[in-house]
């Protein structure tokens, strides 16, 4: 078993930033992917960001490349997600989760753990 936790999140304008964190405990946590997916109201549950387990490989949707940036501390058991240039749409709750492999994965079906999510909201 993996127990994920989110924090970080927050009310931001347009145009800030915020640094959502997520920890882990339970089995082990590096040999794992790590992925950040979102889901806003209304709308189903999308991929944002992964890392291998390493950290050498990270993936990211299109809507967020080039704003954020995943990054993970295995000592910490942690996995990071700096956002900046904060967008209106980027409102959701976001949600951290463990994959069933080493490598980042986009599909939410190769992930098996899953955090409870952290609301992020951007005002215009």
């Known amino acids: 078993q993996v127990q994920l936790v989110e924090s970080g999140g927050g009310l931001v304008q347009a145009g800030g930033s915020l640094r959502l964190s997520c920890a882990a405990s339970g089995r082990t946590f590096s040999s794992n992917a790590m992925g950040w997916f979102r889901q806003a109201p209304g709308k189903e549950r999308e991929f944002v960001a992964a890392?291998?387990?390493?950290?050498?490989?990270?993936y990211y949707a299109d809507a967020v490349k080039g704003r954020f940036t995943i990054s993970r501390n295995n000592a910490k058991k942690t996995v990071y997600l700096q956002m900046n240039s904060l967008k209106p749409e980027d409102t959701a709750v976001y949600y951290c989760?463990?994959?069933?492999?080493?490598?980042?994965?986009?599909?939410?079906?190769?992930?098996?753990?899953w955090g409870q999510g952290t609301q992020v909201t951007v005002s215009s």
């Open positions: 890392i291998s387990w390493g950290g050498r490989n990270t």
């Open positions: 989760a463990a994959a069933r492999g080493s490598g980042p994965e986009k599909r939410p079906n190769e992930y098996d753990y």
